[in-house]
């Protein structure tokens, strides 16, 4: 499948990141642990190159806050790759 041309990117079936809205914040240590569980394997394989798409903004923080790692909503993405001529 090609969404955007040059671009080559793979879906992962990540499952909950753990922080489902506030339930991180109330509890953390458990949050974290599910969040190595669905996750750790696929982030140790991310590289500073590459771009982590991810839809939730609660997994978005999550992913920031537990592997120190950026990633961007969908639609960002794509507003970013449009060339306006």
Do not use: W
Not at 5 to 30: H, L, Q, T, V
């Amino acid at each position: 499948i090609k969404l955007i041309p040059g671009i080559r990117f793979e879906i992962i079936n990540g499952g909950c990141c753990g922080m489902a809205g506030d339930f991180g914040y109330k509890f953390s240590k458990i949050s974290e642990k599910i969040a190595y569980n669905s996750l750790g394997n696929f982030m140790e394989k991310i590289k500073d190159k590459d771009v982590f798409v991810v839809t939730g903004t609660s997994c978005r923080k999550q992913i920031l806050d537990v592997f120190e790692t950026h990633s961007i909503h969908l639609s960002r993405l794509f507003n970013e790759s449009i060339e306006i001529k």
